[in-house]
């Protein structure tokens, strides 16, 4: 029987989709299937390009009916939403559900998908009718977008970016610059191009336009990546960028590429979840076939406990994306909580795929390595999610932004339901100024845990989050370590792993989670706070008071072994359930 918390092909049936939702993810899961196994992996050791998935994503208009906001929709001549194109809406749910199964099946399909939605968040901002209206044609054409920010020499650092507009006189520009670690640069049908005009100095000059990579004054340079990703360099020469093209200008533009990438790092958290399940029916599956000693290598103790571990930790990833989308698509003007969760998704979800990879692996061995399997392109491709969007570091640091506020100064919010709803996400191309993060308010994170008090692990997490509420009043970095980054990176570990909980908990309660496995997982989480706790201890800069906290806040996890046994019996089971075709 398919185990509820994993996605499993073969028994996948998204029903709480609307009809034509639930028709596009059954259908690509069916494509992928029908192309089978051995077809996927010798694609991604030859680099092909994407061709064939791109043709059938086309036909089914599958990127033009997901990524097309309902505002959009009747902007192409002649159309109209109430009845030319329903099914079309940007709706964070069911891109969520399409991410995982990219994931699952290949990164390198996710990625065409990922960056054409990075590189049709400038357009969506926009109130360039022209410009709208001409991404919303090439997206029922079936091209892909693409967008252009980062730069060779200054990374994603926008502040410097060397594309220039020259003004040609007539109210139009001359864009020259290069581009640098694009993705779809070799193929889009449109490249939202960040630059900087040459007549106006600081913030004011800023641009984001639009180019199209056929252009002749558009020169493809290379791909920089050795995958079937096309991760481009490519260079303008005298490109000329008239009205129609301007999609934001001075501080807007700015604004633009940061809520872009509010946008789009949410799909990182579930395409590495895709590529852990796939990668666990799998892993389970060898282990459970295999001999060693004259006795199965899953009756080993140590390997059940890392299997379990696994497990575990992926089902929190799971559980926390899950309700992380519901924040994220309730997001308005007084509520940006999603601003917390968002990049949280980021690095502690990939990062936590990264340590499911790792325990399976460790089980696996030498057959992660094997050219005939899913898993060896998985150990690869994890590792990027963690890396792109900005890194695990950027992210923490953002996080940490919020750690008064959440811990220490709760507001009143109702509560947010569920959102499967077939809704557009309209507010998350109207973000506003990306600033102000000091202000943001949360409800209180305290009731989730207070609902699983009984759970012997959850009680003993509890103990270690409210002693990082005492650290944030009686122990918190002084001025100077305030700008010791890696000290404050310890606690902003500390930090994730209680907002991890938190929303663990809360989608624990609305979908009543097993309690063996939340229990279980919350083992796991306390193993994980006392690690970075004993971290913390260890950095150069911590004081007397702050490594008299650290070892205080170390717990040991509630042993059961009847739960367990339980929950390792979930795992034990997995081998049969699932494998793709040949």
Same mark, same amino acid.
């Given at each position: 029987m398919a185990d509820p918390l994993l996605f499993n092909p073969r028994t996948y049936d998204p029903a709480h989709f609307d009809p034509e939702t639930r028709r596009l993810l059954r259908a690509t899961v069916d494509w992928f299937e029908n192309r089978g196994k051995r077809r996927l992996i010798e694609d991604y050791r030859s680099r092909a390009w994407l061709a064939d998935f791109l043709a059938f994503a086309a036909k089914e208009k599958l990127f033009? /009916? &997901? @990524? /097309?906001?309902?505002?959009?929709?009747?902007?192409?001549?002649g159309d109209q939403?109430? =009845?030319?194109h329903p099914d079309k809406r940007w709706d964070t749910a069911r891109i969520a559900a399409l991410n995982e199964i990219f994931g699952f099946y290949g990164l390198d399909y996710w990625y065409a998908w990922q960056v054409t939605i990075l590189g049709l968040g400038p357009v969506w901002q926009s109130d360039n009718a022209a410009a709208r209206a !001409? #991404?919303?044609? @090439?997206? =029922?054409?079936?091209? +892909?977008? %693409?967008f252009g920010l980062s730069e060779k020499t200054h990374g994603a650092d926008i502040y410097s970016t060397d594309m220039l507009l020259e003004p040609d006189g007539d109210g139009g520009f001359r864009a020259s610059g290069a581009k640098y670690y694009i993705g779809n640069g070799n193929a889009a049908g449109l490249v939202s191009v960040f630059g900087r005009r040459t007549d106006i100095e600081g913030p004011d000059g800023y641009v984001f336009f639009a180019a199209d990579s056929r252009h002749p004054a558009y020169h493809l340079v290379k791909n920089v990546v050795d995958s079937s990703k096309y991760v481009s360099e490519f260079r303008l020469d005298d490109y000329p960028v008239g009205p129609d093209d301007i999609l934001h200008t001075g501080r807007a533009a700015f604004d633009a590429a940061l809520n872009t990438v509010n946008v789009g790092k949410f799909n990182l958290c579930t395409a590495s979840i895709g590529i852990c399940e796939h990668a666990m029916y799998e892993a389970v599956t060898h282990a459970h076939n295999r001999i060693l000693y004259g !006795?199965? +290598?899953? #009756? &080993?103790?140590? +390997?059940r406990r890392e299997l379990t571990d696994a497990y575990v930790r992926l089902a929190g990833m799971k559980l926390f994306s899950d309700r992380a989308v519901d924040y994220f698509r309730s997001a308005g003007p007084d509520d940006r909580r999603y601003l917390l969760f968002n990049p949280m998704t980021k690095m502690k979800v990939t990062t936590e795929g990264e340590k499911v990879i790792d325990l399976m692996w460790d089980v696996i061995a030498a057959k992660g390595f094997e050219k005939d399997t899913y898993f060896a392109q998985a150990a690869t491709e994890i590792r990027g999610l963690p890396k792109l969007e900005g890194t695990v570091h950027v992210n923490l640091a953002l996080i940490l932004k919020f750690m008064g506020n959440h811990l220490l100064n709760p507001a009143a919010y109702e509560p947010v339901p569920t959102r499967l709803d077939a809704a557009d996400d309209a507010f998350l191309f109207r973000q506003g100024p990306a600033r102000g993060l000091g202000s943001v308010r949360f409800h209180d994170w305290r009731p989730a845990f207070d609902a699983y008090a009984a759970l012997p692990n959850v009680a003993r997490f509890r103990e270690q989050a409210d002693a990082l509420c005492e650290f944030v009043t009686t122990a918190a970095p002084d001025e100077k370590q305030s700008r010791d980054l890696d000290l404050l990176l310890a606690v902003g570990q500390? &930090? %994730?792993l209680v907002v991890h909980g938190q929303l663990i908990l809360e989608q624990a309660r609305l979908t009543g989670l097993d309690e063996d496995v939340l229990d279980e997982l919350f083992a796991v989480l306390v193993r994980d706070f006392s690690a970075y706790a004993v971290e913390l201890h260890g950095k150069d800069s911590a004081t007397d008071a702050q490594q008299r906290w650290a070892l205080a806040a170390v717990r040991r996890p509630v042993v059961d072994e009847a739960r367990s046994a339980r929950v390792w019996e979930r795992v034990e089971a997995l081998p049969g359930t699932y494998e793709m075709a040949p």
């Open positions: 033009a /009916t &997901f @990524l /097309t906001p309902a505002s959009a929709a009747g902007e192409q001549p939403q109430a =009845d030319g !001409r #991404a919303a044609e @090439l997206l =029922d054409q079936g091209e +892909v977008f %693409a !006795r199965p +290598v899953i #009756a &080993f103790p140590h +390997v500390l &930090f %994730a």
